[in-house]
């Protein structure tokens, strides 16, 4: 592409001339790839479990919330046009 250093383009004006997808992209496709493959799996699979499960007892700390996994997923939904009720329908 013979593009230097000097040429003070932007990384969004050089993904739209090669034509690749952002890593945003990618991480979002790989998301929803995982989240799909999580909600075929059996109730009895750990990675399922960890995803339905809430704390037995404590709580979180009262510092900047960090996103869960369901957070994300709801996100890339969003960010992708998926229009559903629940995240969870998408599998059934």
Same mark, same amino acid.
């Given at each position: 592409?013979? #593009?230097? $250093? ?5 990384? /969004? *004006?050089?993904? *739209?001339?090669? *034509?690749?997808?952002?890593?945003e992209?990618?991480? #979002?496709?790989?998301?929803?790839? $995982?989240?799909? %493959? ?8 750990l990675? /399922? &479990?960890?995803?339905?499960? /809430?704390?037995?007892?404590? %709580?979180?700390? !009262?510092?900047?919330?960090?996103? &869960? ?8 939904h !969003?960010?992708?046009? #998926?229009?559903?009720?629940? $995240?969870?329908?998408?599998? &059934?």
């Amino acid at each position: 592409m013979r #593009i230097t $250093w000097m040429d003070k383009m932007t990384n /969004k *004006e050089i993904l *739209e001339r090669t *034509e690749l997808p952002s890593m945003e992209d990618l991480l #979002i496709r790989k998301n929803l790839r $995982w989240t799909g %493959h999580l909600m075929k799996m059996s109730p009895d699979r750990l990675p /399922k &479990q960890v995803l339905y499960s /809430k704390l037995s007892s404590g %709580h979180r700390k !009262k510092t900047r919330l960090r996103l &869960q996994f369901k957070d994300t997923i709801k996100r890339n939904h !969003k960010l992708r046009d #998926i229009k559903t009720d629940s $995240w969870t329908s998408l599998s &059934q």
